[in-house]
């Protein structure tokens, strides 16, 4: 029997425990896409306690806490509990996550940061809780510490178009921290014209570019501006949420007379909406070629599904799911759009629905070229799919119908900066895989080849591919 979570935790042969701590391990981390606040990497925040660094924003744990039976108190805080009765629930909770990252997660994070090797069950947390805020309170575990000990080069935030980017300006100041933080863009709210938040943000991008929006013109224009100024601070990635893919034909007339019509506070056809989306998602695809940045798409989230949680708790609480809408067919229209006048950018497609892993590996194929090399990307495992089978399924597939060797890898996509070890979780997984792969004699025991491929999928080709300045 191997041993729990040991130096060879999930390495199961020969080949994989060389190819990770020979070649995976010591390569450094560029973490592409993510939601940590540029904020608090400034000001180096530190945490109370152990509850503030794991419970306060993970969704990913409170939809656990729930399932297990905690009261919502326990889960996002409220009247009468204190941090030591959250991190107490979330204790209860962990020896029944069994199965589900979050129990791997949550001991790797321990044993990493803290150097904690013990299981955590209701007996062993008053323990754990005054050995790890002792040193949560002590040097070196600020937000921008756990970055630096986690020897991540590259950080991507995830950014509205209208922010100031003033966090991002003031780290590239900071004298002692080398880590590039850099902004994504992310303009959703200026999609979604059907959505409240819609006219409020037009009224904002207005006021940042300092011209009121009246018409289409100036609302394209004012987003061109945007990504200007995201680029001049460093930005090279957009990011879209499209719980569906939108594609309808349409003309620059059509788009702006629907724009007109939201404009004025209407809710426009669901046909209205694809015909905007499709004109707006073609125009910002221009944008991001002509600037070498990467456009990314997260696909088949289906978001908020419980109105009257979403109405106390807001969005990224807990309360989302897969969606199955169809990709194929808008998604190979939209791309097509964009490269018919060879504008397509350098794309990462994400689904969350592991049904869309083998249409869009394959969609991505039909797009490739331009001399980059993996230019179009099958996205890495995202959230519901973030585990190790949803690794391998994304993995096979890319594997399977295009080039594994040229997959950018893994992010955390994460709002904790304890995350980092996720890494290490898809790195010791891809070894794996590619270890049993030549126990089976199916690929060559060549280390050169292998250990060369497994740096360049841990770190390599994301330094390559994202032309960060
Ligand atoms: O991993 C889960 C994520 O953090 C999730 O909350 C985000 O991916 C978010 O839905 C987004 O759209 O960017």
């Not at 729930?66 to 108190?73: P, Q």
């Not at 519901?384 to 391998?392: A, E």
């Amino acid at each position: 029997m191997k041993k729990f979570l040991d130096e060879n935790f999930l390495l199961s042969n020969e080949t994989a425990v060389r190819l990770y701590h020979d070649y995976a391990k010591q390569m450094p981390i560029i973490d592409y896409h993510c939601h940590l606040s540029p904020q608090e990497i400034y000001e180096n925040k530190t945490f109370k306690n152990i509850t503030d660094a794991w419970l306060y924003g993970d969704h990913y744990k409170w939809r656990v806490m729930r399932a297990n039976g905690a009261e919502e108190s326990l889960v996002t805080g409220g009247e009468g509990v204190n941090d030591y009765d959250r991190f107490m629930a979330w204790a209860k909770a962990v020896p029944n996550t069994l199965g589900n990252p979050l129990y791997h997660w949550t001991h790797l994070e321990l044993q990493r940061f803290f150097g904690i090797y013990e299981l955590v069950n209701e007996q062993t947390a008053p323990a754990i809780w005054e050995k790890v805020n002792a040193q949560l309170s002590g040097e070196g575990f600020g937000a921008r510490d756990l970055i630096k000990k986690s020897n991540v080069t590259v950080i991507c935030t995830t950014d509205d178009p209208t922010d100031s980017l003033e966090w991002h300006i003031k780290i590239k100041e900071l004298k002692d921290f080398d880590t590039a933080v850099l902004p994504s863009f992310r303009p959703d709210k200026g999609l979604e014209i059907n959505r409240a938040a819609f006219l409020p943000w037009v009224e904002k991008l207005g006021e940042v570019t300092g011209e009121k929006i009246a018409n289409y013109d100036q609302f394209l224009a004012a987003v061109e501006s945007r990504i200007h100024f995201f680029h001049s601070i460093g930005g090279r990635l957009s990011d879209h949420a499209l719980d569906y893919v939108p594609y309808a034909e349409t003309t620059k007339d059509e788009a702006a007379a629907i724009f007109a019509k939201a404009l004025k506070g209407d809710k426009v056809s669901l046909e209205d909406e694809k015909k905007y989306k499709t004109f707006t998602l073609v125009f910002l695809g221009k944008q991001y070629a002509k600037n070498g940045w990467t456009m990314q798409f997260h696909i088949n989230a289906h978001r908020n599904n419980n109105s009257r949680l979403f109405g106390k708790l807001g969005p990224d609480t807990g309360f989302d799911s897969i969606n199955d809408s169809d990709t194929a067919q808008p998604l190979t229209r939209l791309l097509d759009a964009l490269d018919h006048d060879d504008a397509l950018p350098r794309t990462i497609l994400y689904s969350l629905n592991p049904k869309d892993h083998y249409v869009l590996g394959s969609i991505v194929g039909s797009f490739q070229g331009g001399g980059i090399p993996g230019k179009m990307q099958l996205g890495a495992a995202w959230w519901f799919l973030d585990t190790k089978n949803g690794m391998l399924e994304q993995m096979d597939a890319l594997a399977n119908l295009g080039l594994l060797s040229k997959f950018v890898g893994m992010l955390t996509d994460s709002r904790s900066f304890l995350s980092y070890p996720r890494h290490e979780y898809f790195r010791r997984i891809l070894c794996d895989m590619i270890g049993k792969w030549v126990e089976d004699g199916e690929a060559p025991d060549d280390m050169e080849l292998l250990g060369s491929m497994v740096q360049d999928i841990s770190y390599r080709n994301a330094q390559q591919y994202f032309n960060f300045a």
